[in-house]
């Protein structure tokens, strides 16, 4: 008989039986697509109708407190990682850095290739083990003003690739706060902010970051004209929908002139690099959330795949804490994390008892995601003989 195997190395939801979760409203609705929109292109923007859809999956309730002091533009792209491809080649000179935490999805550095540049990472946690290391970032960022005339931040939250962290309202505000202060006492360098929002509507706050945004402005926030927030936007995560390559980058700034200018530079790079994003993926999207049945038992699954989640990470938090082994912080999404400074001998030690996890930069990703909860107390076992042995 074949072993009994755990793999937490996939990084899309299944269910416990190892098939692939599927929200079927929008797979569905893919599949009845017109032939005229499998056929044709796609506008080089994307479809205006899907666009609308990028800023209101982006901003959710708070679109209409923010779009009364702000303009908005999006663009489709294949995916969030589109959206990721394009600050890149067109928010920072070639040879500047790209601001990050240091513990980031592995690809983030493929993208940074072709544009040619590097990155500089602060802090993932702050002292004393808080959600988020502002003194790190500044410094961070002090030193990147001093030396670029465009700075660019990639910061996925919520529900962090690969631990699962998600900020609280206190710690967005005050990154905000730090970004919006550089960004005045540096008119002439350019500061973008974009929040990679992979798998924000599997978090407790699917819109913490408009709301934080919201709440700022009603406060009073100064919004410097050099400084622009920017949501990568994935319907990989969120409508399970990984091969249809179906996203979009949203923008905000108070002059919407200046984002046609971006929009501009955007669709160029898009052109010459995918050509045109899907068609039928964009259409079928609108027609779901414009549909209030269909927006319905597409949100009614969501919430089933967000609770399965859920318990999956109480159970390995609890199976965990019982054992021993201290796992980082982490709130909601696909993934769990061991920082350690031997991961590769850790995931070995895992995977000699059928238990696969995926060694990265610092840490073990463990990916809930494809993991059953009733498997939860094995890797938790397993885990902690690996620490014994590897320590």
């Known amino acids: 008989a074949g072993a009994d ?18 929200n079927a409203t929008y797979v569905d609705a893919i599949k009845a697509s017109q032939a005229v929109d499998v056929a044709a292109y796609s506008p080089l923007a994307g479809l205006p109708d899907f666009n609308d859809l990028l800023v209101e999956l982006a901003l959710g309730p708070e679109r209409p407190t923010l779009l009364d002091h702000l303009s908005a533009r999006a663009m489709a792209t294949p995916g969030g990682g589109g959206a990721l491809k394009l600050t890149a080649a067109n928010l920072v000179e070639s040879g500047g850095v790209v601001l990050m ?10 993208f940074l290739g072709e544009a040619g540049l590097g990155r500089r990472t602060w802090p993932l946690l702050g002292p004393n083990g808080a959600d988020v290391d502002v003194k790190g970032f500044e410094a961070a960022l002090q030193t990147t003003v001093s030396e670029q005339s465009q700075v660019l931040v990639w910061l996925n939250d919520p529900a962090h690739n690969p631990t699962g962290l998600s ?12 970004m919006v202060d550089s960004a005045l006492e540096h008119p002439k360098v350019g500061h973008s902010l974009m929040i990679d929002a992979a798998y924000t509507l599997y978090a407790d706050e699917p819109h913490g ?17 050099n400084l622009m927030l920017l949501w990568a936007v994935s319907l990989s995560k969120s409508h399970t929908a990984y091969g249809a390559r179906c996203g979009g980058l949203v923008a905000l700034h108070p002059d919407i002139e200046a984002l046609d200018r971006v929009y501009e530079a955007f669709a160029v790079t898009g052109r010459g690099t995918w050509s045109g994003p ?36 109480t159970a390995l938090l609890e199976a965990c804490a019982s054992r021993g082994v201290s796992l980082n912080p982490t709130h909601d999404g696909f ?35 494809a993991m059953p909860e ?9 885990m902690a003989e690996a620490l014994e042995v590897v320590g």
Not at 291 to 307: I, N
Not at 337 to 354: I, Q, Y
């Open 278 to 313: 899907p068609r039928a993926p964009q259409s079928a999207a609108v027609g779901v959330h414009e549909d209030a049945e269909l927006a319905s038992a597409w949100s009614d699954r969501l919430d089933v795949l967000t609770d399965l989640l859920a318990r999956r990470r």
């Open 335 to 369: 993934f769990a994390w061991l920082e350690h400074e031997h991961p590769s001998d850790v995931v070995d030690r895992c995977a000699s008892r059928h238990v696969y996890l995926v060694a990265l930069n610092g840490g073990v990703r463990i990916g809930l995601c």
């Open 5 to 22: 195997v755990v793999n937490g190395t996939i990084g899309a939801l299944l269910e416990d039986d190892g098939s692939l979760a599927i």
């Open 167 to 178: 900020l609280q309202a206190e710690s967005r505000a005050d990154l905000l706060e730090a």
């Open 374 to 382: 009733a498997s939860m107390e094995r890797v938790a076992d397993v």
């Open 209 to 225: 970051w408009a709301t934080t945004l919201a709440e700022a402005m009603d406060a009073g926030m100064m919004w410097p004209e």
């Open 101 to 110: 935490r240091d513990r980031h999805w592995g690809p983030y550095l493929g």
